[in-house]
């Protein structure tokens, strides 16, 4: 036991659990992080990251038969023959699907971190609100002005570009240099501002080096070049990743340890000094059985693993989970709805083109519900557009020779596409279990999931189809097209909830600092914890509140209230 004592843990080393490494380590806590994927070093191991696609087998292409075997991480936009290696594959850690639901994962050091979109919008005030005005869920136990400072705590570190709006619906932050709309975004946004004065379309807000700070270059990190190959992990440090910040930083204090190959088992409850005293693992290689103990106790197992652990969590003193008196583990589950885009083409400015591939697109703040309940459906949606030419290497004017290579060598015409991330509502009968008698490679229960879209989903989903289409017939976009995907839940890859914060212990599993009500050493600050998912890319939301509950855990261990 000794041997295997530390001053906290932290489980899962992605957004959220790089975050709670780096901040415990730099107050002087001897951490550890398990990981139950295999160890991936910054550089090292991103053997993809500078390959053209004729260095690959397929051509960057996923082969037929692997889209066969694996065919829920082959629906994930990212999932290609140069990021293969950071997807979990369907059957390396299967699930049973009560209602259509694509799991997508990443199993290893630095988790999914290596492979996000690295979109970062604040909350606002509103979205901090809305349940309690609204009256869904239970009322978030923190307000804006509670987690602002920590949004711009994590922001100078990460180092997020975007532009000052002064948007009460999307708060400014700790910006670098914004990225550049180019002429055909500048001009649909100018044309729908004129037609809808509340409709003020800004470039993307994302995680991505514009121009390094030198609290950037000392985290080894550079400027991003724009490649648009980030999935492969950057050999530039452009982006942020747990890998190439938060993990190497927690490393130089000299208090972190990583144990890779470490599949969380449960957390361990101590019925005689009634508390959590460590947590128990499965080795993923040789299946022995370990247990380490600390003092706090961090988990980022990312939000379905975070639930599936507590759900498996069991004693006496919690025979359905850890701190599940209430009975709401598990349940209330919620994510984004990406179901509705739009696309067409704009005529016009043939003469122009743009730098390299840009990182983000032009976003637009939601406009529904936001003061006030003003439609037949409960909160709103996001909406995001690009345009771009494409053409280049595409044509095909037939044969071969100089026009063939001249052809391909010119841009075709500007089109442009339009996308939703709709809030959704948590509910009860949106929940996660474990089955009773199917167990993983890791004689750990089967997480059975069941969650669905709704009728408000669907509204909703409609009502961005149709302002969407009349914002793109304003701004004089032509040959309009509309989808609703339908496609499953899952995808949009923000599943959150099940473990949520709140005021009372009655209806919630976490109070304002992210703290277990009924295991107080304890703290969840992935987004297991979500109250709601507001319509905003949520890691940057994620990473603040890990910063802040780390600097509430650490000031209760010193007074002595967390032992």
Known sequence: MDSHQYDAIVVGSGISGGWAAKELCEKG?????????????????????????????????????????????????????????????????????????DWIRGYQVGGKSLIWARQTQRWSKYDFEGPGRDGFAVDWPIRYEDIAPWYSHVERFVGISGSYEGLDTLPDGEFLPAWEMNCVEKEIQKRILEAYKDRRFIIGRCAHLTEPKEEHLAQGRGKCMARNQCYRGCPFGGYFSSNSATLPTAAKTGNLTIRPDSVVHSLIWDEQKGKVTGVRIVDRLTKETSEYFAKVIFLNAAALNTNLILLNSTSNRFPNGLGNDSGVLGKYIAFHNYRGTLGGSFEGFEDKYYYGRRPTAVMLPNFRNVKKQE???????????????????????GGFGADFKEANTKPGPWSVYMMMQGET????????????????????????????????????TQDFLEQGEDMLIKAGVTNIYKSDSKQAPGLDIHEMGGVRMGRDPKTSMLNGFNQMHLAPNVFVTDGACMTSTGTQNPSITYMALTARAVDYAVKELKKGNIK
Not at 75 to 84: G, N, S
Not at 375 to 397: T, V
Request: aromatic share 12%; with cysteine; net charge negative.
């Open 425 to 460: 509502i948590p509910k009860e009968s949106n929940l996660v279990s474990l089955d009773p008698d199917q167990k993983d490679a890791w004689d750990i229960p089967l997480l059975r999931i069941n969650v669905d879209y709704d009728e408000n989903d669907d509204k909703s």
């Open 375 to 397: 439609m037949d459906f409960l909160r709103g949606y996001m909406s995001f557009y690009s345009a771009g030419r494409a053409g280049f290497g595409h044509a095909n004017p």
């Open 29 to 101: 806590l001897k951490t550890l992080v398990l990981e139950r994927g295999r160890d991936v070093q910054h550089l090292k191991d991103y053997p993809t990251m500078t390959s053209h696609a004729w260095d690959m087998p397929h051509r960057n292409h996923i082969p037929r038969e692997d889209r066969l075997e694996n065919p829920v991480v082959n629906r994930c936009y990212a999932y290609k023959e140069d990021t293969a290696h950071f997807f979990v594959k369907d059957k390396e850690h299967p699930y049973i699907q009560e209602k259509p639901f």
